[in-house]
T-cell receptor, first 114, second 113 residues
Framework: GAVVSQHPSWVICKSGTSVKIECRSL??????MFWYRQFPKQSLMLMAT?????????EQGVEKDKFLINHASLTLSTLTVTSAHPEDSSFYIC??????????FGSGTRLTVV | DQQVKQNSPSLSVQEGRISILNCDYT??????FLWYKKYPAEGPTFLIS?????DKNEDGRFTVFLNKSAKHLSLHIVPSQPGDSAVYFC????????????FGEGTQLTVNP
């Protein structure tokens, strides 16, 4: 149990376009989901905490207008990178929290902006 | 402010030997600690955890030790296998509503056959 599906696993987009990443909890309901970003050889940096039915809580330094998070249901959170630029190229990972299984991570999305 | 630190970016051991990965933390409010394993281009997978009320937790080849007074934890893998080669992250949390994980920088473990 406690499977989190993240899609797409990789995406290449042109500079200035927007990209949507989906994170789904397949067999449990997740009231809280988390979005992380990982640069090469660095730690996972928490970007925002996504709560179902309410606005996301962004970490300091993360632009909420650039990284739009929607958590419209208990099984789906989306991260939209708006007007992407090459510096947004990174590995994005979502995580869902469930009381008995702790934290389960998605498989990540490699975003490359050209 | 890096509240969770893994000072060794890499570790190389021979197959069959013990691997010891270390992690230090500064926030005394952390009361639960986790270790994750991560392969390139994949999300982290949970390995083992420990509550602050314990000083040791064992699961098969993996043992986590916690020294609260030193704010230090370590992950022991014995015997190490080539398939254990991956990046290992320690993470800490203050349990409660809205709590989130704070990760260390990770240690790349390479187990040589």
């Amino acid at each position: 149990g406690a499977v989190v599906s993240q899609h797409p696993s990789w995406v290449i987009c042109k500079s200035g376009t927007s990209v949507k990443i989906e994170c789904r909890s397949l067999d449990f309901q997740a009231t809280t989901m988390f979005w992380y970003r990982q640069f090469p050889k660095q730690s996972l940096m928490l970007m925002a905490t996504s709560n179902e039915g309410s606005k996301a809580t962004y970490e300091q330094g993360v632009e909420k207008d650039k990284f739009l998070i929607n958590h419209a249901s208990l099984t789906l959170s989306t991260l939209t990178v708006t007007s992407a630029h090459p510096e947004d190229s990174s590995f994005y990972i979502c995580s869902a929290r469930r009381e008995d299984y702790g934290y389960t991570f998605g498989s990540g999305t490699r975003l490359t902006v050209v | 402010d890096q509240q969770v630190k893994q000072n060794s970016p890499s570790l190389s051991v021979q197959e069959g030997r013990i691997s010891i990965l270390n992690c230090d933390y500064t926030n005394s409010m952390f009361d639960y600690f986790l270790w994750y394993k991560k392969y390139p281009a994949e999300g982290p997978t949970f390995l083992i955890s420990i509550s602050s009320i314990k000083d040791k937790n064992e699961d098969g080849r993996f043992t986590v030790f916690l020294n609260k007074s030193a704010k230090h934890l370590s992950l022991h893998i014995v015997p190490s296998q080539p398939g254990d080669s991956a990046v290992y992250f320690c993470a800490a949390i203050v349990q409660g509503s809205g709590s989130r994980l704070t990760f260390g920088e990770g240690t790349q473990l390479t187990v040589n056959p």
